[in-house]
């Protein structure tokens, strides 16, 4: 078995994904047809031709420029279902996914509609294919605290009802995380695990205050911790896992090359790091490519991509059951494999 083929095979849990990011092509040119209003996308090798960027404005207008094909309930319902199907398929067996229902306004289409339907996708997905998923709602910083309670307010009624968590998206640079103090404390009381992106576009200052303003569960990206050694001792110490996207980050432009970025520094310094895609449709990518770009341009050993698997498991929110299966299942897996790879 060739390295690649070992990495698809390998059982894999994904513990940031956005589904309005990791739609499948297939889906959304069925929605194309669907509602037309793009004469330029004729077949799938157009809409993927679409989906190149020619910088960071492009790929925001992209963004919008495919949600408008998003309308009924139905159409999310759908999308979840091949989505997760898509996700299995490449040996992801479980994943905690954002999902952002407020985002579709202009279409229509209130997160009233949105949160049923696409539970009613994860249940089918669930059924159909072998993927177990949770969601988990993000909030997004750029609409204020006000907005977020009352989008905290929407969820809450699905609490457990594959909801699990609350999560805070958007710009860390101009809204930083104390200001959704009370909203990440209510969400905490209700009962939603909490979890916000930092230190990403911002610096280690956005991760402080996501821990000690929002107490969060764990931090999406996190890597710019690098930049500071105290807080890097205290995630080693805390084990706050770090939910660590390299293709999304260096395509934005966070760092020069797949080289050059410090998943393998933070990685030896014991942090509880995993490795995640983000937007994969959105950024041409997948799980399996992230875990390439590991070995190849990160150096890690096969035994230490078992370790950043057996991570995210220990980051997820599943259950101690669910757990200990899922990380017989990788066991197993590498039981078999370690002998046979080119
Ligand atoms: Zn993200």
């Known amino acids: 078995m060739t390295l690649r083929e070992t990495i698809e095979k390998m059982p894999k849990v994904e513990l940031h994904l956005h589904l309005e990011g ?72 479980y994943t905690e996914a954002f999902f952002s229902p407020w985002d579709f306004a202009e279409s229509g289409i209130s997160a009233k509609e949105i949160i049923p339907a696409t539970i009613a996708g994860v249940d089918r997905a669930e059924k159909d294919f072998n993927i177990k998923c949770r969601l988990i709602a993000d909030i997004c910083r750029d609409h204020g605290a006000e907005t977020s309670i009352r989008r905290l307010d929407d969820v809450t009624p699905f609490l457990n009802e594959k909801i699990i968590g609350i999560g805070l ?72 896992p770090l939910e660590v996207c390299i293709v999304s980050s260096i395509k934005i432009g966070v760092y020069p ?19 995640n895609s983000d937007d994969p449709t959105m950024f041409g990518s997948t799980l399996s490519d992230e875990y390439e770009i590991l070995i190849r341009d990160q150096g890690l ?21 669910e757990k200990r299966k899922m990380k017989d299942m990788i066991n197993s897996f590498w039981d078999r494999h370690n002998e046979n790879i080119q």
């Open 22 to 93: 990791a739609f499948t092509l297939n889906y959304l040119f069925k929605l194309v047809q669907k509602y037309g209003g793009d004469a330029d996308i004729k077949n799938i090798a157009d809409l993927e031709k679409r989906f190149v960027f020619r910088d960071f404005p492009h790929f925001i207008e992209t963004w919008f420029w495919k949600n408008r094909f998003f309308r009924e309930p139905t159409d999310f319902e759908e999308s979840t279902y091949w989505t997760l199907g898509a996700l299995a398929k490449q040996n992801i067996i």
């Open 169 to 240: 998206g958007g710009s860390e640079q101009k809204f930083p995380a104390y200001l959704f103090k009370d909203v990440f404390r209510e969400a905490k009381n209700r009962g939603f695990h909490i979890v916000a992106h930092a230190g990403e576009a911002a610096g280690p200052e956005s991760i402080w205050s996501a821990i000690r303003d929002l107490n969060v569960e764990r931090i999406g990206h996190g890597v710019r911790a690098v930049e500071d050694p105290e807080l890097i001792e205290y995630l080693q110490i805390e084990q706050i």
């Open 301 to 321: 050993s096969l035994s230490e991509i078992k370790h950043v698997q057996m991570n995210a498991v220990s980051a997820s929110f599943a259950s101690m059951e």
């Open 257 to 275: 090359s797949y080289r050059e970025y410090p998943f393998t520094d933070i990685f030896h310094k014991g942090l509880l790091v995993t490795i």
